[in-house]
């Protein structure tokens, strides 16, 4: 009878891991941190930023931890110890298709998050601009990238597809941040890297 008990609140307690969607490490990566969370830096969490990510799925995208994440994350990247202009959600210890981008191209230039974003089609010339990584400390490179990108992102909560064409700056940053959801680093892609 004990065992029974057992194996029921076992079975429990996956149905109630999968109802959330998000595993319990990661619940705790979200939840147990203040608003600026730790950020991974290589080499030493070199396996997460390589790592390719895996989407939000209709339970996780109503979430309250899904709110939560992009509040810190948003945090995150604007604290004056980051003061980055983007960032992917590796790169806050969680390994989904989550990234904050500065609208550059917007009014006011705010920070937006896209959830399950990717990239559709890459257009434009090819311009080569100066990037850093908040996951890299001391390293700029200089980085070819395509001038005009469509992307498609799952907007929260209602899970409706999102299409739009990005220009410029912004569509460098898009690129930048996609590229973390599949492990990509900008030293991957870089004519030059230079210290300073
Ligand atoms: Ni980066």
New binding site residues.
């Given amino acids: 009878m004990k065992r029974i008990v057992l194996i029921l609140a076992a079975m429990a307690g996956v149905a109630a891991c999968k109802e959330s969607g998000w595993t319990k490490q990661e619940m705790a990566t979200i939840m147990d941190q203040g608003m600026v969370m730790y950020v991974t830096t290589v080499p030493g969490d070199s396996t997460i930023l390589r790592t390719k990510c895996t989407e939000i799925g209709p339970k996780e995208l109503k979430s309250e931890e899904l709110q939560t994440l992009i509040a810190k994350m948003k945090a995150t990247v604007t604290d004056p110890s980051q003061d980055g202009v983007?960032?992917?959600a590796p790169?806050v210890g969680i390994s989904r298709r989550i990234i904050v981008v500065q609208r550059f191209d917007k009014e006011g230039e705010p920070f937006e998050a896209y959830v399950n974003v990717k990239i559709d089609s890459l257009k434009g010339e090819i311009v080569r601009g100066r990037e850093g990584?908040?996951?890299?400390p001391g390293l700029r490179g200089i980085v070819p990238r395509n001038s005009i990108i469509n992307i498609s992102y799952t907007e929260v909560p209602s899970g409706t597809t999102i299409k739009e064409q990005i220009e410029g700056f912004t569509a460098v940053i898009f690129q930048?941040?996609c590229d973390?959801l599949d492990g990509i680093?900008?030293t991957d892609r870089a004519d030059s890297l230079f210290t300073y």
């Fill in positions: 983007g960032i992917a790169q990584c908040l996951s890299i930048h941040e973390h680093l900008y």
